[in-house]
């Protein structure tokens, strides 16, 4: 049996090795005579996977000692309410920068809590862009700023970070987290869905600010609050176990790749080649995103007409190419090349991107 070409855009594909490890271990986990899932969440052996994962995730992304890393539950989606709902004071706004569907939603979620403001966005180009630092209304006053690094749906990515945010900085990076280098210490929250670039579904990872914890607003329930976290070392209830045992051997293969660095390396790459069956098709493969806004996770791209996307779908799809379909509200097609997606996989879609092509000029 060989692997798919897996582009689904999340969950999403995983390195063979990590599966194959999990495999090897499913029943009798470092000679327990059990498997993961089934030991007890404070027994000794669970606890080593947990903190090593933590370690790990700080190694990496090079997090300095006053952030925590957390482990919760409830998707990237719970962060867009439990930001607000710990964070967003009654008169200053929180500023959210919209950049697609998901900024959309976390805004959505902190209407609900308090004042918010649009400091950007890009919606009136259906999101082709990721708006220039010096069209951002940005204010010393403002609660928090909110952007989301990397637009799932659309695309489009922030290429740098390099800038006077003014207010504490929230991001998240479910579709892009460590895919590349990031100065973490610019932000005070990173919030990411394992399901992308880091593991299975089921476990969501927080990296906040210390400090940050300590301005928790009050009457906030127990579980939703940062600070529950924080003190029972993500162990204040049963967290998502197996699942976080995924993300320790998802972590441990991308340090064995590389590290952040790594893995930028082999995301350019590529990105590049499916970009370029794009650029080298005169006209025939549109790309969404605007050229220097455009991502190294998700390419998207259209057809010249309705008929020829669908038939390139349902072709890829007998060539063995998953998950390529847009998003229901662009359309057209996107490949979404995660860490995990292989260079041979961009290889062969870019070759049957331009055999395509010469058989429906
Ligand atoms: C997938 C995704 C989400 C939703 O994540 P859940 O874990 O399903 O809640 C949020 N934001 C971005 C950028 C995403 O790509």
Not at 119 to 129: F, I, L, R, V
Request: some cysteine; aromatic content about 10%; overall charge negative.
């Amino acid at each position: 049996m060989t692997r798919a070409h897996n582009f689904n855009a999340g969950p999403a594909a995983l390195p063979t090795e990590v599966l194959e490890k999990a495999q090897k271990e499913l029943t009798n986990f470092n000679n327990t005579g059990m498997s993961v899932m089934e030991l007890s969440h404070r027994s000794a052996d669970y606890e080593e996977v947990h903190n090593n994962a933590a370690a790990l995730m700080k190694e990496l992304m090079n997090i300095p000692d006053d952030y925590e890393v957390l482990f919760l539950q409830g998707g990237a989606s719970l962060q867009f309410s439990m930001l607000p709902m710990n964070f967003l004071p009654e008169k200053a706004p929180g500023n959210y920068v919209l950049t697609g569907s998901w900024s959309e939603k976390a805004l959505k979620e902190a209407e609900a809590m308090g004042p918010t403001k649009v400091g950007g966005s890009a919606k009136e180009t259906n999101y082709t862009y990721i708006p220039a630092f010096d069209s951002l209304d940005m204010d010393n006053d403002d609660a928090y700023v909110h952007i989301t690094s990397n637009n799932t749906i659309f695309g489009t990515q922030w290429q740098d970070f390099d800038y006077d945010w003014k207010a504490p900085l929230f991001a998240d990076m479910s579709s892009d987290i460590l895919s590349r280098p990031i100065p973490v210490e610019r932000f005070s929250v990173i919030y990411a869905g394992a399901q992308k670039n880091l593991g299975p579904s089921g476990v969501t990872t927080v990296i906040i600010k210390k400090s940050l914890i300590e301005n928790e607003k009050s009457g906030v329930p127990t579980v939703l609050k940062y600070s529950t976290h924080s003190k029972a070392n993500s162990l204040y209830h049963t967290p998502p176990t197996f699942a976080i045992y995924m993300l320790n051997n998802v972590l441990e293969w991308i340090k064995a790749n590389g590290g952040a660095e790594g893995m930028e390396k082999r995301n350019k790459q590529k990105s590049d080649t499916i970009y370029a069956a794009i650029d080298e098709s005169s006209g025939f493969y549109t790309g969404h995103a605007e050229k220097d806004s455009r991502s190294r996770m998700n390419v998207t791209f259209t057809l010249p007409s309705e008929d020829l996307t669908k038939a390139f779908l349902t072709e890829a799809k007998e060539n063995g190419f998953i998950g390529l379909n847009g998003h229901r509200s662009v359309g057209g097609c996107r490949a979404s090349i995660y860490n995990a997606v292989t260079q041979e996989s961009c290889d062969a879609l870019a070759s049957f991107m331009k055999k395509f092509h010469e058989s429906n000029r």
